[in-house]
């Protein structure tokens, strides 16, 4: 048998459990390009409603669900105002110059978060050298804002700024559940200040594949549309949403597991010689820490990390990211801050 290695690289990594793989295997199927399959029109109508918007629609992946979202919102040439870390404009492959012909106006954000005051300054007055501003792409919980959550209140300002301006405003909510979970308040009170949201089933909550995008169904029609033009439209995909509805049902409440772990690993870290780390920072199942003082790089530690069984993500030269999830245990967790204590015993520094 193979060592089992603890893997803290993203919470993208965990398996089906056997309850969600039988959930899987008994799922009613149809075709879902017809709208036939009952166990994918019961997954859209059941985020929907935790997302308080008319309509959703299932995609494969959460870099397709914001993709879809930009297309639907936007035409070629449109500015897009975003925060420079976020995950659609860094980690989807150059999708909106490249699906929608899209500009990203960047704004740095405190661990990811802007204020309303930021984007009213990025707004371009109507003047025909410019591009047209038309969408706010907002992201909840933020991925390299070290999982951080965005106060509601700073997220119905900027609704209330985007709306006075005629913008859109779009929210990558692909870990919305870790901030819903972290601080009790509903998925639906978070987006009812967003126009779309998407959201996602393979990260925290431990489905195999399965994103979904919702808002109006005005909206949600259009993203039909383009999601069958971008190849998303998907046949007995039954199978797949019930592993999604399973993880709703039953994998929500636990998220708060991962966030204990998240903020036991914070706190040990910081104990460590050579390792900068504010515990205060971790909010939900996201832990990033800067390790310029060990006098190794990041990916040296990865490196010597894996030899003891446990996987880490290298960011940059100089800093890890470690995510918690299902498949970790507070066992685990432990053992992983064994393996960081002597793998950084020889560090002089601090
Ligand atoms: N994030 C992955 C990697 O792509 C970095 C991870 O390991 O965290 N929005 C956010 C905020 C995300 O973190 C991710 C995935 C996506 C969208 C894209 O989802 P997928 O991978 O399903 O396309």
């Given at each position: 048998m193979t060592e089992r290695l603890i893997d803290l690289r993203s919470d993208t990594v965990t398996k089906p459990t056997p309850m969600m793989r039988k959930a899987m295997a008994e799922a009613e199927v149809g075709d879902d390009v017809f709208g036939e399959d009952p166990t994918v029109n019961a997954l859209q109508e059941k985020v929907a409603r935790l997302l308080g918007k008319e309509s959703a629609i299932f995609v494969p992946s959460g870099t397709m669900a914001n993709q879809l979202a930009i297309k639907s919102h936007t035409q070629p040439g449109d500015e897009v105002i975003i925060e420079g870390t976020s995950h659609p404009y860094n980690?989807?492959?150059?999708a909106g110059a490249a699906l929608s012909g899209v500009q990203f106006y960047c704004l740095k954000g405190t661990r990811g978060i802007l204020d309303a005051s930021q984007i009213d300054e990025a707004i371009r007055s109507d003047d025909h050298h410019f591009p047209v501003t038309r969408l706010i792409c907002l992201e909840n919980t933020h991925n390299r804002g070290g999982g951080s959550i965005y106060p509601i209140e700073k997220l119905m300002e900027i609704y209330r700024l985007a709306k006075s301006k005629g913008l859109l405003v779009h929210l990558d909510g692909a870990r919305l559940w870790n901030a819903s979970i972290a601080t009790g308040i509903r998925p639906d009170e978070y987006a009812q200040w967003a126009d779309s949201v998407s959201v996602c089933l393979s990260k925290g909550l431990g489905a195999p594949i399965g994103s979904l995008v919702a808002g109006s169904k005005a909206f949600i029609d259009r993203v039909h549309r383009f999601r069958k033009m971008f190849g998303g439209g998907m046949r007995q995909a039954g199978i797949i949403a019930a592993a999604g509805i399973y993880a709703l049902d039953h994998h929500m409440e636990r998220l708060q597991e991962d966030h204990r772990n998240a903020r036991r690993l914070a706190l040990a870290l910081k104990?460590?010689?050579?390792i900068s780390i504010?515990?205060?920072?971790?909010?939900?199942?996201i832990v990033i820490f800067d390790?310029?003082?060990?006098?190794?790089t990041a990916h040296e530690i990865a490196a010597r990390m894996r030899k003891s069984g446990v996987l880490i993500h290298?960011?940059?030269?100089t800093q890890i990211r470690l995510v918690t999830h299902l498949d970790v245990s507070s066992q685990d967790i432990e053992v992983a801050i064994g393996v960081f204590e002597k793998v950084l015993s020889g560090v002089e520094t601090r």
């Open positions: 980690f989807e492959g150059g104990e460590l010689k050579g504010n515990p205060e920072h971790v909010e939900t199942n390790i310029s003082k060990t006098g190794m290298p960011i940059s030269q």
